[in-house]
């Protein structure tokens, strides 16, 4: 969430920022600082009653003390006037700040300056690209068909029991998939970062505390009698263990990592781009995730970024980096690389 006082102090250059990612926030950076401004003159109101308030106990204590109480009375009913009139401010503050809150979680973050301006994945930029186009012997299968011969993973079945999205791991290729885990979760604590398992659900306080709310409220699933959401990724538990907590620079950086299944609605529709595992509902994910001083953080992100590209190379996998522009930015993101596989049996990333 953007601070209001940034919003107040800078709405020029917050508006600039946010067209990058293609959003036009002129009106409700103009409607919060309105706002904005009605809060801070209530304020204003509030503190001159609150000093006559204190002024006016004095004034009636020094006159219960000389044994004047007449007008000890007469004073203490202009009190419990100022209480009513308190009472009143305090309501309409409370009012204001929902009203400002509501604006400012529509805002989405700030990008960084270095993120290139764009609509779609078409203006990514690619930062770098390792290993060699792989190579597929004539008469290949597509690894939803290696799948089905081997029974790896049953698409079927998931269907069956679920729904589409929602695969079911056999023999070797649940082993596989959990080998993966493991390698991830492994290579991450040789590293520093401390594994965490956190809940696969959340409440909504911790999907405002990501974004994830109200920006992908409709791409997640929503457990309406106990008013949870099952998490899109790790990324969401994992950053709201220090939601309201205040930290201690020494104490940076923090570096956990966990695995979750994760759950996604808007997983697409059904067609050659989406088959098999290109797309799903429930999926397996490792997160790292580091909480650092802001004037790290894009340091230790280029660091997170070595790192997980040492991660594919090790698997032998070949891969490119991209460095997504503005439009095809997440809505809580200030700048984000994509790793990018290439399917040599698909012929794309």
């Not at 002024?55 to 007449?70: D, E, F, R, V």
């Not at 959401?229 to 104490?251: C, D, G, Q, S």
Request: net charge negative; proline share 5%; charged share 25%.
């Amino acid at each position: 969430m953007i601070h209001i006082s940034t919003i107040r102090e800078q709405p020029a250059a917050v508006a600039a920022r946010l067209a990058v990612k293609n959003f036009d926030g002129k009106l409700a950076i103009q409607s919060i600082i309105e706002l904005d401004q009605q809060r801070r003159n209530i304020q204003q109101e509030l503190d001159a009653i609150r000093a006559q308030s204190n002024q006016l106990a004095a004034q009636i204590g020094s006159l219960i003390k000389l044994g004047n109480k007449a007008e000890a009375e007469e004073l203490k009913a202009q009190t419990t006037s100022l209480k009513e009139k308190s009472k009143e401010f305090d309501e309409a503050m409370l009012q204001l700040e929902r009203q400002i809150a509501e604006q400012q979680v529509k805002l989405p973050n700030m990008p960084a300056t270095a993120v290139p301006e764009g609509k779609s994945p078409a203006d990514n930029v690619i930062k770098d690209t390792w290993g060699k186009m792989p190579e597929v012997m004539a008469g290949a299968l597509p690894h939803w068909e290696i799948a089905a011969k081997y029974d790896l993973i049953d698409f079927e079945l998931g269907v069956k029991i679920a729904g589409a999205g929602f695969p079911v791991y056999k023999g070797k290729g649940a082993k596989l998939q959990r080998a993966l885990i493991n390698f991830f979760l492994d290579q991450a604590t040789l590293l520093g970062y401390k594994e965490v398992q956190p809940p696969i659900v959340v409440n909504a306080d911790s999907g405002y505390g990501t974004g994830n709310l109200p920006d992908k409220e409709g791409q997640m699933y929503h457990i309406g009698i106990d008013d949870l959401y099952l998490i899109p990724t790790a990324e969401v538990p994992l950053t709201n263990i220090f939601r309201k907590v205040t930290l201690k620079e020494t104490e940076l950086p923090i570096k956990i990592t966990g695995y979750t299944p994760c759950f996604r609605r808007e997983a697409g529709s059904y067609g050659k781009d989406v088959r098999g595992l290109n797309r799903l509902h429930q999926f397996d994910k490792v997160e790292i995730v580091q909480i650092a001083h802001p004037e790290n953080s894009y340091h230790l992100l280029e660091e997170m970024r070595t790192y997980v590209g040492g991660l594919l190379q090790k698997l032998g996998l070949h891969y490119r980096t991209l460095l997504l522009c503005g439009g095809d930015m997440s809505f809580s993101s200030a700048m984000t690389y994509d790793f990018e596989v290439y399917s040599a049996a698909q012929e794309r990333w």
